[in-house]
């Protein structure tokens, strides 16, 4: 597995572009998103169709031609120096494919920021586009609305990357243990879904593979595990960080089931480290070169996020 491409960080006045791949977003939460954004000296723009509802499925923000025209335009509107997801809940898989990649190619690096849903299009940027992507913290999340500390962590990656280059969990370690690889991962509900789909990447080798989920029940964790050790995806992984299992069993039940499924791969395993759907969530950039210490809680990047 090797590095991506760093897209270059964001200065005050830099132009941030609003999408909603996935599921309907609450007007009152974007615009108090909208605020925190101005607030960093950013100039936010709301693609479209960002409060649209699908006629058909009220879980999904408008058409998928539309939420792929949204991101595909933001993408490649060259004033546009970022593009942030407003929410995940469901919907990026179905629009993935509409986008003109080679456009979005062509139109060079971005900051691309999101989690949950948004997993699927952090693959499709590293496999299609070869650039690093930030999961951290969504628009018009509750987590960035309200959370300072998800705020800061966030602010500081995007303007000043340097001062956030180890990210420190205070969780522990499952599997004790140091190693070396690229970041990727997410939530590993999507991540099991992205399995046998077009431009899917082929395994977690030689990755510090970052696993995440919400609302999930003991043994659909056991099974998203299981799938992705029968594929062999989980072949060649370097190492394992645990953020957030909201909403699913207790971290007793949630802890064994990662300890069964996990811990035959061999290598360091670290538990709670801050991202994904938790209060203060980290921002966790994907594509980079790292070294995790499960026993220390940390992950040291070998260069900022962002150049």
């Not at 546009?80 to 629009?95: F, H, P």
């Not at 691309?112 to 070869?130: K, P, Q, Y």
């Not at 499952?174 to 970041?183: H, N």
Request: proline residues 6%; contains cysteine.
């Amino acid at each position: 597995m090797k590095e991506l491409r760093r897209p270059g960080r964001l200065a005050p006045g830099a132009r941030v572009a609003v999408v909603a791949p996935s599921g309907p977003v609450p007007e009152e939460r974007l615009q108090a998103g909208l605020d925190v954004l101005r607030g960093w000296d950013l100039d936010p723009v709301v693609a479209p169709h960002v409060l649209d509802r699908h006629g058909t499925f009220a879980y999904l923000a408008g058409t998928d031609a539309d939420r792929a025209a949204d991101l595909q335009s933001a993408w490649c509107d060259p004033s546009v120096d970022a593009v942030l997801c407003a929410r995940g809940g469901y919907g990026a898989q179905r629009m993935a494919d509409l986008l003109d990649w080679d456009a979005m190619r062509a139109a060079g690096p971005k900051v691309f920021v999101g989690f949950s849903d948004i997993t699927a299009l952090h693959e499709a940027f590293a496999v299609r586009l070869g650039l690093v992507t930030l999961h951290g913290p969504m628009a018009a999340g509750i987590d960035f609305v309200k959370n300072a500390s998800a705020q800061d962590h966030l602010r500081a990656t995007i303007f000043a990357p340097e001062t956030v280059r180890t990210i420190a969990s205070g969780g522990t370690a499952l599997v004790p243990g140091r190693a070396r690889g690229i970041t990727l991962g997410g939530c590993l509900a999507l991540l099991a879904a992205e399995l046998g789909t077009p431009h899917a990447r082929p395994s977690a080798q030689g990755g510090l593979l970052c696993l995440e989920d919400v609302g999930e029940e003991t043994y659909r964790l056991d099974r998203y595990l299981t799938q992705l050790l029968r594929a062999g995806w989980l072949d060649g992984a370097r190492g394992v960080l645990l953020g957030s299992w909201e909403a699913c069993d207790t971290p007793g039940a949630v802890r064994a089931l990662l300890a069964d499924r996990l811990g035959g791969l061999g290598v360091p395993v670290a538990e709670e480290f801050g991202f994904g759907h938790c209060e203060g969530a980290a921002t966790i950039p994907f594509g980079v070169a790292a070294e995790l210490d499960a026993d220390a809680g940390t992950l040291t990047l070998d260069e900022p996020a962002l150049r």
